[in-house]
Nanobody
């Protein structure tokens, strides 16, 4: 059974920074990608950033939504199966629940797993 535990959300003023983390535990054979999504009230969940492990079809590296490019950085600690999202220059429109997503192969085969979500509020 794979579990994802998120931490790091909170209230921050515009222009401030936060760092989210998401640790995956359980029996994991391969991680294909680790991502962050967010969902604001009344809006659909959207992809914020993804870090691909890399392979024959998908190059290794990070990709970002246009709205966060230059402000957010996704990184991974492969030894700890942990993904981070460093968020700088935060804006009120970044307010949302942030979810991590891990695409992996575990005991149950290949699938996607979601964290419980962490609230990020940007307000003065």
């Amino acid at each position: 059974q794979v579990q994802l535990v998120e931490s790091g959300g909170g209230l921050v003023q515009p222009g401030g920074s936060l760092r989210l983390s998401c640790a995956a535990s359980g029996t994991i054979f391969v991680i294909y990608s680790m991502s962050w999504y967010r969902q604001a009230p009344g809006k659909q969940r959207e992809l914020v950033a993804v870090h691909n492990t890399g392979g024959t079809a998908v190059p290794r590296g990070a990709n970002y939504a246009d709205s966060v490019k230059g402000r957010f950085t996704i990184s991974r600690d492969n030894a700890e199966n942990t993904v981070y999202l460093q968020m700088n220059s935060l804006k009120p429109e970044d307010t949302a629940i942030y979810y991590c997503n891990v695409h992996l192969r575990g005991l149950m085969g290949v699938g996607e797993h979601w964290g419980q979500g962490t609230q990020v509020t940007v307000s003065s």
